[in-house]
């Protein structure tokens, strides 16, 4: 069964300040691992992808998250904050059964002016 | 451009009546997912769809109705046995291999009368 734990469902940060979202995965296979951004009203738009190709996986918006099978951690950092990232933050998880996501249970960014 | 549509934006619903959210996807993908959406719970799975005419119950089913007619369309029907329908309904679609990221529409938010 695969699972993702987001710790802090709440976390705010300055203005230019390193942006660190944690997310740990519970996989029995390999795992295929996302994040996603939701803007209020909005649906959840594709930041990046780690489907092992590479441990450190760049995405848009200046977000990176690397992948530590040692910790099954998949955090994802941005070395500075910008006002227009404030919005939740979702770690999901792919198996290979099924096509089904599993989701984390969201983190909210908030960026203090 | 590609992509998912949902419809409306805003549905409300009254007391016993039934109401039904499109979702319509030109992305070619075979798998097509709703999902409830309600503060502090992330994402949770109402039905999932990975070919068309076959279609499986996710987490929290009870209530809720899908068709997969066509490989384009995946509509949601919330019947009157679902007795807490108010939330953000988000469609998802991607293709079957399970390394590959969900692809969401803008999503549908229901409220009651």
């Known amino acids: 069964a695969q699972s993702v734990t987001q710790l802090g469902s709440h976390v705010s940060v300055s203005e230019g300040a390193l942006v660190l979202l944690r997310c740990n995965y519970s996989?029995?296979?390999?795992?295929?691992l996302f994040w996603y951004v939701q803007y209020p009203n909005q649906g959840l738009q594709l930041l990046l992808k780690?489907?092992?190709?590479?441990?450190l996986v760049k995405g848009i918006n200046g977000f990176e998250a690397e992948f530590k099978k040692s910790e099954t951690s998949f955090h994802l950092t941005k070395p500075s904050a910008h006002m227009s990232d404030a919005a939740e933050y979702f770690c999901?998880?792919?198996?290979?059964?099924?096509?089904?996501?599993?989701f984390g249970t969201g983190t909210s960014l908030t960026v203090i002016p | 451009d590609g992509g998912i549509t949902q419809s409306p934006k805003y549905l409300f619903r009254k007391e016993g009546q039934n109401v039904t959210l499109s979702c319509e996807q030109n992305?070619?993908?075979?798998?097509m997912y709703w999902y409830r959406q309600d503060p502090g719970q992330g994402l949770r799975l109402i039905y999932y769809?990975?070919?068309?005419?076959?279609?499986q119950k996710g987490d929290i089913a009870e209530g809720y109705s899908v068709s997969r007619e066509k490989k384009e369309s995946f509509p949601l029907t919330v019947t009157s046995a679902q007795k807490n329908p108010t939330a953000f309904y988000l469609c998802?679609?991607?293709?079957?291999?399970?390394?590959?990221?969900?692809?969401f529409g803008d999503g549908t938010r229901l409220s009651i009368l």
């Open positions: 998802a679609s991607t293709h079957r291999s399970s390394n590959q990221p969900q692809h």
């Open positions: 996989s029995s296979v390999p795992p295929y």
């Open positions: 780690y489907t092992s190709a590479a441990t």
């Open positions: 999901a998880v792919s198996g290979n059964t099924g096509n089904q996501f599993y």
């Open positions: 992305l070619n993908h075979d798998a």
């Open positions: 769809s990975q070919i068309v005419n076959d279609f």
